[in-house]
């Protein structure tokens, strides 16, 4: 077993630069990008910020919860979406403020969907 250890690892390592690389945020399109029209009403856009939501949480440990949709662009199979969260803690709150964030999710027919950023939106 000990043996196979260093040969597993580098076996990840290789696996791991090779997914980062396939997904990476500067491969995703900077031009061509489409509006989507009343994008707070589209439930496929929504259950894609709630997905890129999800991943961010569970890759930083994080607690959001989904607010609302702003605004969103698709480009092929690459939608970018600015969404507001919250807290999960503050959700009870009053007056709470929402944070504005920024995602790109690469979307492909039968594949799962990757998450390429989430980051925060000023």
Known sequence: MASRL????????VLSAAAHH????????????TR????????HAVDIARFA????NRKMDDSLLFV???????NGK????????IQRED???ENVKD????????EEPNMPRQLIYFKDFF
């Open 91 to 93: 959700r009870y709150e």
């Open 36 to 43: 989507i029209k009343g994008v707070e009403e589209q439930q």
């Open 22 to 33: 396939a997904y990476s945020a500067k491969d995703y399109p900077s031009t061509g990008w």
């Open 99 to 106: 944070w504005k964030y920024e995602t790109l999710v690469y």
């Open 68 to 74: 609302r949709m702003i605004r969103g662009y698709v």
């Open 53 to 56: 939501i999800g991943a961010y």
């Open 78 to 85: 690459y939608y970018k979406l600015t969404i507001t969260c």
């Open 6 to 13: 260093p040969s597993l690892l580098l076996l990840v390592a």
